[in-house]
């Protein structure tokens, strides 16, 4: 199974900030990824998919890239609605395997 | 809007079974692939089982292979996991989620959830 590694696991940051996620995979992608907002008692939403397109209705702060193994999720202004866990997923290959989580907290 | 509507969580023995209802609307249900995933305690995502919009193709994580069955009813809009011989390391919250038209591994619908609970 492809195992996806997330960093850091927790990115503290202010409002008006820019963070940015990390994402590896154990193998290539061809760009097969998604990224997934959750917040606390949640399901998860999509938020980006083929590692750049975003989701139906996500605001356009968000934004994905990468290739290959290394991906990157970036709020380029981060809103107090958007503090939760991040997740990233790979979809190149069954079964689909997810990264553990990135914890955006103040 | 598409819904997606689980039931059938709870509190359950090692060794006991359950069976998971999803009951879709908003969309064309015969149209889509659907998995389950699931989320232990403060734990990170799982896919566990997939069933292909054609009916063709039934997949499943390897730690649950065997004792979990997944199906649909699209005469119901509905989507199922029985789960049998359950574990303690089964307990989660288990989601019913739609894959996508361009690929099935694009979950773009989640339920809200069912929890299930494995505890003597």
């Known amino acids: 199974d492809i195992v996806m590694t997330q960093s850091p696991a927790t990115l503290s940051v202010s409002p008006g900030e820019r963070p940015t996620l990390s994402c590896r995979a154990s193998?290539?992608?061809?760009?097969?990824l998604a990224w997934y907002q959750q917040k606390p008692g949640q399901a998860p939403r999509l938020l980006i998919y083929?590692?750049?397109t975003r989701a139906t209705g996500i605001p356009a702060r968000f934004s994905g890239s990468g290739s290959g193994t290394e991906f990157t999720l970036t709020i380029s202004s981060l809103q107090s609605e958007d503090f939760a866990v991040y997740f990233c997923q790979q979809y190149n290959k069954w079964p689909p395997t997810f990264g553990q989580g990135t914890k955006v907290e103040i | 809007q598409v819904q997606l509507v689980e039931s059938g969580g709870g509190l359950v023995k090692p060794g006991g079974s359950l069976r998971l209802s999803c009951v879709a609307s908003g969309f064309t249900f015969s149209d889509y692939s659907m998995s389950w995933i699931r989320q232990a305690p403060g734990k990170g995502l799982e896919w566990i089982s997939y069933f292909s919009s054609t009916g063709n193709n039934v997949y499943y994580v390897d730690s649950v292979k065997g004792r979990f069955t997944i199906s649909r009813d699209n005469a119901k809009d509905s989507l199922y996991l029985q789960m049998n011989s359950l574990r303690v390391e089964d307990t989660a919250v288990y989601y019913c989620?739609?894959?996508?038209?361009?690929?099935?591994?694009?979950?773009?619908?989640w339920g809200q959830g069912t929890l299930v609970t494995v505890s003597s």
């Open positions: 989620v739609r894959g996508g038209m361009i690929a099935d591994g694009i979950f773009g619908r």
């Open positions: 193998q290539s992608l061809s760009g097969n």
């Open positions: 083929g590692a750049s």
